[in-house]
């Protein structure tokens, strides 16, 4: 079955980095897009970071760009979030989501399928 499951989260302080990596199986990587969503306590899931199948569209939200880049491995199953100067409210719990029409729009909605979460804090 489809599976997509996350890690790499923790602690860190404000401007350090994290990577998180999302391993899928039971579909296959390049037919797929995959988004990178989080959600704080108290507040609604958004799109963080997202890329088609085909890896020639991305979206970043505007609180990250310039600090965290996706990138879809799909010969290794994987996917990751370079997560750069981070920031106290970047904490969250961290999911990867596979869309099955390849679009990599920032609307959860139309994802597909979810991993399970992992937490980031940043925090000194």
């Known amino acids: 079955q489809v599976q997509l499951v996350e890690s790499g989260g923790g602690l860190v302080q404000p401007g350090g980095s994290l990577r998180l990596s999302c391993a899928t199986s039971?579909?296959?990587?390049?037919?797929?897009?995959i988004g990178w969503f989080r959600q704080a306590p108290g507040k609604e899931r958004e799109g963080v970071a997202c890329v088609s199948s085909s890896s020639d569209h991305t979206y970043y939200a505007d609180s990250v760009k310039g600090r965290f880049t996706i990138s879809k491995a799909n010969s290794k199953n994987m996917v990751y979030l370079q997560m750069n100067s981070l920031k106290p409210e970047d904490t969250a719990v961290y999911y990867c989501?596979?869309?099955?029409?390849?679009?990599?729009?920032?609307?959860?909605?139309?994802?597909?399928?979810w991993g399970q979460g992992t937490q980031v804090t940043v925090s000194s």
């Open positions: 989501a596979g869309e099955v029409l390849g679009r990599g729009t920032p609307d959860p909605s139309d994802y597909d399928y």
């Open positions: 039971g579909f296959t990587l390049a037919h797929y897009a």
